[in-house]
């Protein structure tokens, strides 16, 4: 963040303004008057700010879907792998893990290599 020198220039007046009004209270307290306040006379003029710097954005890792996961899976073995496997590395129940591949097999991603065994396209 930068200041200009007319920023300060500013600033440095508007606080002497209050500094002397703050020492006329004073002295008004202590001769025993009732000090009268108004929001006029201790309101200070808002100086301008520069915009604020936005934060730069956070990259976002995708996480990856069952299905995702599933292929991983099947593509990181070149003689294929089973179900029984495939529950016990993702933790899906059986029928969680029939549908993922039944629809990859459907799409044509993995092929049958054989019951219950399947291997990447």
């Given at each position: 963040?930068?200041?200009?020198?007319?920023?300060?220039?500013?600033?440095?007046?508007?606080?002497?303004?209050?500094?002397?009004?703050m020492e006329k209270l004073i002295?008004?307290?202590?001769?025993?008057?009732?000090?009268?306040?108004?929001?006029?006379?201790?309101?200070?003029?808002?100086?301008?700010?520069?915009?604020?710097?936005?934060?730069?954005?956070?990259?976002?890792?995708?996480?990856?879907?069952?299905?995702?996961?599933?292929?991983?899976?099947?593509?990181?073995?070149?003689?294929?792998?089973?179900?029984?496997?495939?529950?016990?590395?993702?933790?899906?129940?059986?029928?969680?893990?029939?549908?993922?591949?039944?629809?990859?097999?459907?799409?044509?991603?993995?092929?049958?290599?054989?019951?219950?065994?399947?291997?990447?396209?």
């Amino acid at each position: 963040m930068t200041i200009s020198k007319k920023d300060l220039q500013a600033l440095n007046k508007d606080v002497k303004a209050l500094s002397r009004k703050m020492e006329k209270l004073i002295k008004e307290f202590d001769k025993g008057k009732k000090a009268k306040v108004t929001a006029k006379s201790v309101k200070a003029k808002p100086t301008k700010r520069a915009p604020a710097k936005k934060a730069p954005a956070r990259k976002r890792t995708a996480k990856l879907t069952a299905t995702d996961k599933v292929l991983k899976i099947v593509m990181g073995r070149k003689k294929g792998v089973d179900t029984s496997t495939i529950m016990a590395k993702t933790g899906f129940n059986q029928k969680k893990v029939w549908a993922i591949l039944l629809k990859a097999h459907k799409t044509g991603k993995i092929k049958r290599v054989d019951r219950g065994k399947y291997v990447g396209a």
